[in-house]
Each structure stands twice: as C-alpha cells, then as structure tokens.
C-alpha cells in the first residue's frame, strides 16, 4: 500500500461548484496532515494543515480529517477558475513528510 | 515573494558537466530539504537538513551531492548526471524537523524550484 494515495482522476467541476478531493494514508500514526496547490510550472503552495479529527475551514477551504478511518479530504466551495490546479495531499509520519500524486482539478466557467 | 529562493530557475546541462543548484530560506527555520519532482509521479524526498546535519539521504545516487554550509543555505552539487535526472528539483525549508509531533512547525514551504535539463 502506497505511503499516500489521491487516486481520483481528473476533476472537473462547474463554476461556484463544490470540489471534492479525497486523500488515504497507511501510516496509522501520522500526525501532522496538509493540503498543497500546485500551479502548472509552479512550486506546491501551502493551503491548509490540520492535526485533530472533525472539520477545519478557511476561507473556501475545509479540510477534513478522519484518523480511524485514515483518509484527509479539502472541500473547495464556489470553485473559481483560479482554483484550477494541482492539489497534493502530505502526510507527516515516521520523521518524514510523504505526498500523494495530485489530483488536478479544472473549473469550468 | 517567496521565503525561499532557488537558482538558478532553469539549467540545462550535459551528462558530464558539473553544476550547483542553490537555495536560501529568508524565514529563519531549522530544517531544509531537497526534493524532485518528476512528471507524473509523486514528489520525491532526497535529502533532509536538520540544523546544518544530514538526517536522511533517501537513497539517492551519489551524482547527486548535498551541501549545508549553514542553516540558511543548501546546496546540490550535480555531476554526471543522467537524462531521467531532469525534473523540478525542489529547496523546502521548516521550522522544526518532521517527527516533532503535530505542529505548526512541521509546516514546509518550497522555493520556486529549479527546472533541470540533462542533455
């Protein structure tokens, strides 16, 4: 089982839309859980860290963290266009930090 | 403006050229890492900087050769290098080194990158 997995293809969502991205890990002792945007050419940007189950938001962004379960997902709301991008999944555990694949997401005006 | 910067952006080299990719963090953290991206797969730690000592070289080839002069500063010595060695590589820095238990700290932030070309 991969360290952190974002299996979900492609997303494309309407305009003002809520986009949905859902992240596994394997590490039943990883602590630390963050979301990273990644424009086409550009370096991951932080856009939300959370440590505790249950939902935290900011802004348009929530981010959800079930550790039973093992799974972290970010909630974007009123998807804009500027909101296409890559969005990488990291999962902080054995002294290290370990990410996903992506998942890309297209919205659609 | 990032807090992290990296140069140079861009690098093409040869198979026996020696270059440097280097990387200063303005944000006075503790911890630096190196990374590489390639297209389609998931990044991918090289090496990992707790305040100037080498914590972790994640079995990287040794064409690739870091240097930490100072908690500020990390470098990536490059020789001989390979075609499928092109890709982003990327600086990263944080406050505290990961494994310190769930905190803001453990937070990295990236530079801009370094797009490297093998030729």
């Known amino acids: 089982q991969k360290e952190v997995e974002q299996n979900s293809g492609p997303l494309s969502v309407p305009e003002g839309a809520i986009a949905s991205l859902n992240c596994t890990y394997s590490?039943?002792?990883?602590?630390?859980f963050f979301w990273y945007r990644q424009y086409s050419g550009k370096s991951p940007e932080l856009i939300m860290f959370?440590?505790?189950?249950g939902d935290k938001e900011d802004g348009r962004f929530t981010a959800q963290l079930n550790k039973a379960s093992q799974y972290v997902s970010l909630l974007i709301r009123d998807s804009q266009p500027s909101d296409s991008a890559t969005y990488l999944c990291?999962?902080?555990?054995?002294?290290?930090?370990?990410f996903g694949k992506g998942n890309q997401v297209v919205v659609i005006p | 403006e990032t807090g992290v910067t990296q140069t140079p952006r861009h690098l093409v080299m040869g198979m026996t050229n020696k270059k440097s990719l280097k990387c200063e963090q303005h944000?006075?953290?503790?911890?630096m890492y190196w990374y590489k991206q390639s297209a389609k797969k998931p990044l991918e730690l090289m090496f990992v900087?707790?305040?100037?000592?080498?914590?972790e070289n994640n079995s990287v080839p040794s064409r690739f050769s870091p240097e930490c002069p100072n908690s500020s500063h990390l470098f990536l010595h490059l020789h001989t290098l390979q075609p499928e060695d092109s890709a982003l590589y990327l600086c990263?820095?944080?406050?505290?080194?990961?494994?310190?238990?769930?905190?803001?700290?453990?937070?990295?932030?990236f530079g801009e990158g370094s797009w490297l070309t093998v030729v």
């Open positions: 990291a999962v902080q555990g054995n002294n290290r930090l370990a």
């Open positions: 900087y707790s305040l100037e000592e080498r914590v």
């Open positions: 990263a820095s944080s406050q505290d080194f990961p494994g310190a238990g769930a905190s803001s700290g453990n937070t990295i932030y």
């Open positions: 944000l006075g953290h503790n911890a």
């Open positions: 959370i440590y505790s189950n």
């Open positions: 590490d039943r002792g990883s602590q630390s």
